[in-house]
């Protein structure tokens, strides 16, 4: 299907008791049990799981081709899960100019429980020089901000690739519209939605795209839901309704 169509598409949601063809803001924080006291629809409380966001989350893992996505209330929000999903002591490599905001709470919040370098993931010598027995994980952003510098993605996936290391590839820049990390190699795929998704500078958000439904998948969504940085029901609305103009 063409990407175009999936943005349009894949975010769309009839609801059963009225048959609106847009799915409407469910503002509601818990879901009625049924009579055998389950869950009849899925959805139990609105911070593990919720109609709209469940809308945003299948329409952005469509439009990057990954299994599955988690959203967030800022790009910041889902750089955040990432890093607190990891095993202290795990070495990150990231970008000499990477999201100065990301920098910053690397810096700033996970100094003394995470490692990091952040070096020009793009030259070949530098990237392989700074790997450890520890590296867990090398971060891209590619075209930066604010710099637009670009990184071979399926270069470094193959330094990553031979050494067991996972790739996150922050595509904010360019959107699932020019580029696709997954199909070039990458693990996960990080966005501001707050940017191209938005596309109206009035809302904030975050997602994370993921390849695999693995261990560190599964921490990610326990980071997701028991700390409870997600979008607002009427922000996964507005940017479903904003990324089909894409
Ligand atoms: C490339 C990139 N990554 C991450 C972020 C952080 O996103 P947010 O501002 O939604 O927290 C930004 C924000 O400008 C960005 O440009």
């Given at each position: 299907m063409k990407t175009e169509t999936i943005a349009i598409h894949a975010g769309n949601h009839v609801d059963?008791?009225?048959?609106?063809?847009i799915q409407p803001i469910i503002m509601s924080t818990t879901f009625e049990r049924g009579?055998?006291?389950?869950f009849p629809a899925g959805y139990i409380y609105s911070r593990s799981s919720n109609p709209n966001r469940h809308a945003l989350e299948h329409v952005l893992a469509k439009l990057e081709g990954g299994v599955e996505a988690a959203s967030f209330s800022s790009g910041n929000a889902a750089g955040m899960s990432v890093f607190q999903s990891l095993e202290p002591g795990t070495h990150i490599i990231a970008p000499d100019d990477m999201y100065h905001g990301l920098r910053n709470q690397l810096k700033t919040l996970f100094a003394g429980i995470l490692t990091f370098d952040f070096i020009d993931v793009n030259d070949t010598g530098v990237l392989q020089q700074h790997i450890?027995?520890?590296?867990g994980l090398i971060w891209i952003e590619?075209?930066?901000?604010?710099?637009?510098k670009i990184t071979d993605i399926k270069k470094v996936v193959a330094i990553a690739k031979a050494k067991g290391i996972k790739v996150l590839c922050d595509n904010t820049f360019a959107t699932p519209m020019c580029q696709r990390p997954l199909e070039l190699g990458a693990d996960m795929v990080m966005h501001s939605a707050t940017k191209y998704f938005g596309g109206h500078s009035d809302l904030m958000g975050g997602v994370l795209i993921t390849t695999e439904k693995n261990d560190w998948w599964t921490k990610i969504r326990q980071v997701q839901e028991m700390g409870g940085a997600i979008p607002s029901p009427m922000d996964c609305y507005y940017l479903v309704r904003s990324i089909k103009t894409l």
């Amino acid at each position: 299907m063409k990407t175009e169509t999936i943005a349009i598409h894949a975010g769309n949601h009839v609801d059963e008791a009225t048959r609106a063809v847009i799915q409407p803001i469910i503002m509601s924080t818990t879901f009625e049990r049924g009579e055998d006291g389950g869950f009849p629809a899925g959805y139990i409380y609105s911070r593990s799981s919720n109609p709209n966001r469940h809308a945003l989350e299948h329409v952005l893992a469509k439009l990057e081709g990954g299994v599955e996505a988690a959203s967030f209330s800022s790009g910041n929000a889902a750089g955040m899960s990432v890093f607190q999903s990891l095993e202290p002591g795990t070495h990150i490599i990231a970008p000499d100019d990477m999201y100065h905001g990301l920098r910053n709470q690397l810096k700033t919040l996970f100094a003394g429980i995470l490692t990091f370098d952040f070096i020009d993931v793009n030259d070949t010598g530098v990237l392989q020089q700074h790997i450890k027995p520890e590296t867990g994980l090398i971060w891209i952003e590619t075209p930066s901000n604010p710099l637009l510098k670009i990184t071979d993605i399926k270069k470094v996936v193959a330094i990553a690739k031979a050494k067991g290391i996972k790739v996150l590839c922050d595509n904010t820049f360019a959107t699932p519209m020019c580029q696709r990390p997954l199909e070039l190699g990458a693990d996960m795929v990080m966005h501001s939605a707050t940017k191209y998704f938005g596309g109206h500078s009035d809302l904030m958000g975050g997602v994370l795209i993921t390849t695999e439904k693995n261990d560190w998948w599964t921490k990610i969504r326990q980071v997701q839901e028991m700390g409870g940085a997600i979008p607002s029901p009427m922000d996964c609305y507005y940017l479903v309704r904003s990324i089909k103009t894409l």
